[in-house]
Structures are given as C-alpha cells and as structure tokens.
C-alpha cells in the first residue's frame, strides 16, 4: 500500500468519484486558475481532467452554497469548496436554513444531495482566519457532518459524502493536508456515521477526532513508555454521533478524556461527556475530562496561538491527573 | 390564447382571491396560526407568470405563496389542509404557510428567509444548463428581497454563467411596512442593469402583461441568451400578513390600486368585451370557486394531524439510527437503551 498526503487521498475521492458520475462537479473559489487548483491544492488538475465541471467561483459563499443547494435539488451533485471554515460564517443561512432544511421540512419531497468541503484550522492566520466550527455544524439536524483524520478516512468518507443524498459538512483540517498514510490504490468507501479505534488499550480511552486524533496518538506514544496504554476512539463522523466504539471502550477502561480542538464551552466535548455518563455512569472510576482549545480569538504571536491550541502534551497532561486522582 | 385558456387564467385568480379569503377567516377563527400572508391583489403575477412557463419549468418563490402553489397545480384541499398543519397538506403540516411545495408540478416551494432562495433558483438553472434539460427557473421575490447579499450574489452569478433563470420582482412597493423609497437606493431597473442583465418593467395588475412577459423572457432563456429580470409592479391589498394591523399605508393609497383590480379589470376588459362569457357564466365560476375553497375548508378540517411518529421522518433522506442517541422521540428516555453497534447502522 503506497503511503500518500490527506492532501492527495481527497484527490483521489475526487477523481473517481468524478469518473464514476457525470454529475459530479466542484465549485468554488479559486479551485481552478489560483495555483494549479486550490487554496491548499485538493483540487490541483481536475480542472484540466475533467473540462466545464470544476468552475471558479465569485467569492460570494452564501452563493457558493446556494447555487450548489438548487444544483443538487435539480439533479446534480455538486462538492462545493468553502476556502475556509471561517468563511461558511459568511453562508451560514444557506447551510442551516436551507441545505439542512429542504428534506424534512419538504417531507422528503426535496434533497439536496451536496457535500461542503471546507478545513478547519490555523496557522499563525489569527482571529479571523484560526478557528474550529466543528459543534456548530454538529449541532444542526439535517446535516451529516464528517471530520477525518487520516488520508484513508479522508478518501474513503469523502467518496461516501459524494454518495450521500443528504447535505455534508465535510470539515478538512489546514494541519492534516500534509500528512501522510496508507491509502489502498483499490476502491473503498467509508460509511458515515461509523466511529473507529485508532489504538487499543486498556488503561484510559481517548474519544476524539480530526486532528485532536493525530495529538492523541503522539500522547499515546509518550505515555505508553511510561506504561499507560490508552485507547483512542476517532468519531470520524460528528453528525450523526456513534457512541458506540466510546462506550464499549468506557466499559473497558473506566476512564473517559474527551479530546477536542474548538472552545470548550458548549463545545461537542460536552455533549459526548454528557451523553457517555447518562449511557455509562456505572462504568465510570473518575469524572469525565475534558481537553479543549482555550476560550479565546487566537491570537497572532507564535507563542499565543500555541497556548491557545491543544497539542499532544495538554492531553498527557490530562491522562496524569486522570490516573493520579484516587476515587 | 383561446377562451377557454383565458377563462382558467380568470378562475385562477378568482380561486386565489376567495381562497385567501376564506383563510383569513380560517385565521381569526385560529384554525390557523402563525404566519399568514395573503396575495390579495398580486393574482395576476402568478397566474400570468405560471401561463407562460411549461409544465416541468422549475419555479422557486417567496413566503407569500398561496398563490403560486395554486396556479401551479397544487389543490386547494392540500393548501388549505397545509395551512391547517395536517397531514394531508403539501408537506402533510412540516412547512405551513410559508414553505408549501409541489415537486411534482416543479413547484420547488416557498422560502421564508429573504432572499435565501435567489442562489438555489440560479442553482436549479445551473442544473439545467448543465444537464441540457431545456427548462427554465423562475424565481419570484419581493421587492425588499432586492438589496440583500444573496440577490446581489445570485444576479451577478447568473449573468456571469449565463443561466436560464427569470429573476421577477412582485414590486408591491413594500417591505413589511417599509416603502420602496424607504429601503432602496436606486430604481428597480437599475439594480438589474448593474448585471447588464436584460430587464422589463410589468404591469402586474394585468395578467396577460404578465403573461407576455413571461414568454418573452423564458423564450430568451431558452434560446441560450441567458438571464432575465422582471420588474412586476404591483400591490397588496391586505396587510403583510394577518399579523399586519396596516396602519401605515395610506387609505386612499388602498383605494387607487383596487381600481386597478386585476381580476375585475380582466373580466371586463378581456372576457366581457370580447364577449368570451356572459355575465351568468362569471357569477357561475365564481359559484363554483367558492365551493370549491369550501370543500377545501372542510377537508382540512377533517384531516387528521400528522402521526406523532412521523417527527423524525425525513430529516435524512435515509433513516439514520444513531442519531437519537441523544434524547429520542415523543416520550424521550433520559438514558438510550437502543445503542447501535458499529458498522449496523444506516
Ligand atoms: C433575512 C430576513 N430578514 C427579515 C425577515 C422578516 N421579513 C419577512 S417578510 C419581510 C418583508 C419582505 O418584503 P418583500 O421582499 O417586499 O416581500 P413581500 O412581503 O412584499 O411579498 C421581512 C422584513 C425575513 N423573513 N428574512
Ligand atoms: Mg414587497
């Protein structure tokens, strides 16, 4: 198995789920002419492969979004690129208002079978351009929100996503695209909704995803030398949220950290703690933690984005206190 | 068009007048709730709009959308029964008032958000050209929908791909209570010809204006030429909505419009004129309109409210499981017992 970007794994989605469905096209702002394809390059040459069917874009999001809503409500499935996540604020109505409302409150008469990929993150860009929407997404009823991990999650939720009759959130991450895993070169798809064990162990359990997963695992590297073995659940999917890997491994464990890179107040770390502990409170030796990015605008300075953020050492330090405290 | 097409654009409006009638009723007796927006006086926009389009042209409007659903085909049984919030309306009580839809007439609903639905009519006519349907979208709006980001957004998105979209105005000349002069700093046109988008001023008290309108412009589309705006000048003759007391239109303002009365004006104009009808045949139609919009009445009120356990239906496509992890329906357990197992679930 050749080891490739997150970066490239989407291409790839994105090539052949284009090959297998002539109505699929991408849309977005400068996905063709800037740079070869891309702000961050995911679309780099499928302008070239595919003529008329990946298109720039005005820089109107709340267009981007609605014109690929009546699109796929006419037959089409578009995959519309948001530049970043701080830009959907911008198509905010769009998503919630529209892509999430058509099927319900049409009876089922409309879908609107689009996919919104957009990545989170930061990358000394400040404010404006450095945040994590995953639980707003997360909390509307009407989308699938997807956030993976790794470039074989990535490859095979997106093809998923393209599938799917229902609006996706597909929420890349700017500190992802780079990094590199084992992608088959045959065809696979990832169900949405389908959490995942990242590593096993029998000691605390990690419940996280995006990538707070790829901290995690660092954490995990660092602790196991000193002989604790976590076990790491990446959700993979925030809408509809599967619990189950998470309980299952609480059962285990007995020890819950929830990993997660947003502000923490009313965060989805809190919504996954309430839910375990109405669903495990039995299971559970010490209160369930939290690890969460810090409740601020972030900050330029190298060092004041870097406190700002979790990194691998903030959930070593909460699996310290976790397996320190005495109950 | 022959007599007996002009008679139906005739019946037409006048179902639409006694229909929202009989709902304001239906409102002060409470059997409806919530927002209600009447399309007195605006009849021949959508009557005369819907005329000209073919059966599988894509229309999209806003709230104010009795009208529409009915000139497209949609019954009275099933808008009323909508407004009632049952389950026998056009989305069995979900959308009410606001949100009534008709896929299969390719009536794709109405939008309740200002402005919010411009982007998807230029998307369904992207969908169009790009899947060489021939149809045309139309897409109606009001005239305070036109100084919104998405109105800007989607004319220039429209003219810059050159979509097969009719952007029309139903001008009443307000926004709520706010006037035209009020909310907007330029001419109508004007906003269209910053898109040097093709544009026509309407009279929208006069349906077969309307209607030729209409045709030109779809024809325009339908050649390749691309986008279109109407200007349909109009008014409303009850408040904004049944909520609206209407105190800050002037009376006399009232009055000069319902001179104007798109329904009479046709009758007597068209019809009786050309001696298409005798008075009789128009008192018989009115007749039978109001039995109709009766029988709606009393269908709505029979019809039952929608099942409990519906609630969920349809948020997706496809019946996702865990989704009622947290909190389930109708008597909602505080702890899940039904907790799906990995990779089982939709
Ligand atoms: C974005 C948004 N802002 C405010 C409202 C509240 N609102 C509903 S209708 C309306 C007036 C719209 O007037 P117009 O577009 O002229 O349509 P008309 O009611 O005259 O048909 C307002 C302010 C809304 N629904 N959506
Ligand atoms: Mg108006």
Redesign the interface.
Do not use: C, E, K
């Given at each position: 198995m050749a080891e490739i970007t997150y970066r490239e794994a989407l291409k790839r989605a994105l090539r052949e789920e284009m090959q297998r469905d002539p109505t699929v096209v991408i849309w977005g702002e400068d996905v063709v002419a800037y740079a070869g394809g891309g702000a961050y390059g995911v679309t780099s040459g499928l302008a070239k492969e595919f003529p008329g069917r990946v298109r720039d874009t005005p820089i109107a999001e709340e267009a981007i979004i609605g014109v690929g809503i009546g699109a796929a409500m006419g037959g089409m499935r578009p995959v519309c690129e948001i530049m970043t996540v701080n830009f959907t604020l911008v198509a905010w109505d769009q998503i919630v208002n529209h892509a999430a409302k058509q099927s319900h409150m049409f009876n089922g008469q409309i879908k609107v079978p689009m996919v919104i990929r957009t990545p989170n993150g930061h990358g000394r860009t400040a404010a404006t351009h450095s945040q994590n929407f995953d639980a707003w997404f997360a909390h509307v009823p009407g989308l699938k929100v997807v956030a993976p991990s790794t470039p074989y999650d990535a490859k095979g939720l997106l093809k998923t996503s393209i599938r799917d009759d229902d609006p996706v959130v597909f929420l890349e991450h700017l500190q992802l695209y780079g990094t590199r895993g084992e992608v088959p070169d045959e065809e696979y798809l990832i169900p949405i909704g389908v959490s995942d064990y990242k590593r096993r162990g029998k000691d605390v359990t990690i419940v996280t995803w995006g990538r707070m997963t790829m901290e995690s695992l660092k954490a995990a590297r660092i602790l196991a030398e000193e002989g604790i073995e976590v076990e790491i659940v990446d959700l993979r999917t925030l809408r509809p949220l599967d619990l189950s890997l998470a309980l299952e491994s609480v059962h285990k464990t007995n020890r819950v950290i929830v990993v997660e890179e947003g502000w923490r107040t009313a965060g989805l770390g809190a919504e996954i703690a309430a839910s375990l502990q109405e669903m495990a409170f039995n299971d559970l030796d010490a209160p369930i933690a939290r690890v969460a990015g810090l409740e601020v605008p972030m900050p330029y300075a190298r060092n004041l984005e870097r406190a700002t953020l979790p990194f691998a050492e903030d959930v070593v330090a909460a699996v310290h206190a976790m397996m320190q405290q005495q109950y | 068009m022959d007599k007996e097409n002009l008679v139906a654009l005739y019946r037409q409006m006048v179902l639409i007048r006694v229909f929202e009638d009989r709902a304001a009723e239906m409102y002060a007796k409470a059997k409806i709730a919530g927002f209600l927006h009447l399309y007195n006086g605006q009849e021949a926009v959508a009557v005369g709009a819907v005329s000209a389009l073919n059966p599988d042209d894509?229309v999209?409007v806003n709230y104010r959308d009795h009208g529409w659903a009915l000139a497209r085909g949609s019954s009275a049984r099933a808008v009323m029964a909508e407004l009632f919030g049952r389950a026998t309306g056009t989305?069995?009580g979900?959308?009410g008032s606001m949100?009534l839809?008709?896929?299969k007439n390719h009536f794709?609903?109405g939008?309740a958000?200002v402005g919010?639905?411009?982007?998807?009519?230029?998307?369904?006519?992207?969908?169009?050209q790009?899947?060489k349907t021939g149809r045309v979208t139309l897409c109606s709006m009001g005239d305070g929908s036109t100084n919104i980001?998405?109105f800007h957004?989607?004319l220039?998105?429209a003219k810059?791909w050159n979509l097969p979209v009719i952007f029309m105005v139903e001008n009443n000349q307000y926004a709520m209570g706010t006037h035209y002069d009020v909310h907007s700093a330029v001419p109508m046109l004007q906003k269209a010809a910053g898109y040097n988008m093709y544009a026509e001023e309407v009279d929208g008290m006069d349906v077969m204006a309307v209607r030729e309108a209409v045709c030109r412009v779809a024809e325009r589309a339908r050649r390749g030429e691309g986008p279109s705006f109407l200007n349909v000048v109009t008014y409303r003759y009850r408040g904004h909505s049944m909520a609206d007391p209407d105190v800050q239109r002037d009376k006399a303002e009232i009055a000069r419009w319902k001179e104007r009365d798109p329904i009479t004006r046709f009758a007597r104009d068209v019809l009786l004129k050309r001696n298409l009808v005798t008075p009789k045949e128009l008192e018989d139609i009115q007749k039978s309109v109001e039995q109709e919009v009766e029988d709606a009445i009393e269908f709505a009120d029979k019809s039952p409210e929608p099942a409990l356990d519906t609630l969920y239906?349809?948020?997706?496509?496809?019946p996702?499981?865990?989704?009622q992890?947290?909190g389930s329906l109708i008597r909602p357990p505080?702890?899940?017992k039904d907790?799906?197992?990995?990779?089982k679930?939709?």
């Open positions: - | 894509d999209v989305t069995g979900r959308g949100h839809v008709d896929v794709w609903g939008y958000i919010g639905h411009l982007p998807l009519a230029a998307g369904l006519a992207a969908a169009a790009y899947l980001g998405t957004a989607a220039n998105w810059l239906d349809y948020i997706y496509q496809q996702v499981r865990n989704m992890i947290a505080t702890v899940a907790i799906p197992t990995n990779g679930h939709a």
